[in-house]
């Protein structure tokens, strides 16, 4: 059974549930968000704006399940890039119920398969504040080495922060 499947509209109630009762467990992780953000309608809005970029081919927008098919978290590759560079970056929550339950690691795994076999990349990148350890640790046990340190990255809970770099090559993809 997958894990991931691409988000639809019709996920923006649950996904907005989740949020409502995740926020303060996603606050050190993630940006200063409006209140919209952790609405139904704002969650539509964000779905939307993910499937359009879906639709261009430049973002693989999906939702984690757990095992009964319920929604617990999302999972996107986003800014994929074609070309010589085939590259993206891939980003991740799971709820704070399910956190350390191993649907993180599963749902990465699931989704580098994706982005190597099902679209063709070469490379998927990921980032975590320096300590978010357990990110760390859920991207070590899929494959991926810390290749950097990337100061004042992003601007996470309110202040840019440093992240340290990931990344995973696809295995036997050189080509000469």
Known sequence: MNITRLVTSEDA?????????????????DPIRSG??????GQHAVIE?????HEQGSKLPHVILDDSGRVI???NLNGIVRGPFQSCAM????SASHNGRGFATKAVREIVRV?????GLHRVQAETLLH????????ERNGFVQFGMAPEYLNIAGRWQDHAMYQVVKPSSATG
Request: no cysteine; proline share 4%.
């Open 13 to 29: 109630p649950a996904l907005a549930e989740l949020l409502h009762v995740n926020r303060e467990f996603l606050a050190p992780w």
């Open 36 to 41: 919209d953000y952790f609405t139904a309608d």
């Open 49 to 53: 704006a993910d499937l359009q970029q």
């Open 73 to 75: 978290g999302r999972i």
């Open 91 to 94: 980003g991740y929550w799971v």
């Open 115 to 119: 982005a190597f076999e099902d679209l």
């Open 132 to 139: 978010n350890v357990r990110s760390q640790r859920v991207l």
